[in-house]
């Protein structure tokens, strides 16, 4: 019986790439902090994982009559970068907060790390069910 790696490994691959895109947004933003103009972007994960779910043939909702609405059309398309609504804006138009950019990329970071674990725990479970331990 043949194993298929996207099922085992189930939405963790997807989580990781997401993450790693996320945290390029934000360094980006981090970057341009003094930017005159520039404005701050961030993915949606979780529409990024909802797509990434629906991909793997997970809860994927079907349209099963002509009025119901069509799903993929109300969703934005997988890494679309949206724009960050300041709290407070600057004078020059830049729109980053380097203290909430720095916080949210930790974050990410630290959800990165989690993904990673639970990634490598699938992968040390799939070795040790092969070697037949």
């Not at 979780?46 to 993929?72: V, Y």
Request: glycine share 8%; no cysteine.
């Amino acid at each position: 019986m043949a194993i298929s790696l996207d099922s085992a490994l189930g939405i963790h691959q997807p989580a990781l790439e997401a993450r790693i895109k996320r945290a390029e947004v934000l360094a980006n933003n981090l970057a341009n902090a003094d930017t005159p103009g520039f404005k701050a972007r961030d993915i949606d994960f979780a529409a990024m994982m909802q797509k990434a779910q629906q991909d793997l043939g997970g809860l994927g909702m079907d349209k099963t009559h002509e009025r119901h609405m069509d799903i993929d059309s109300s969703m934005a398309p997988d890494g679309e970068l949206l724009y960050r609504i300041p709290h407070q804006p600057s004078v020059d138009g830049n729109t980053v907060d380097a203290q909430q950019e720095q916080s949210r990329f930790m974050r990410n970071a630290m959800e990165y790390q989690a993904s990673f674990q639970f990634l490598n725990g699938k992968v040390t479970g799939l070795k040790k069910a092969i070697s037949g331990q």
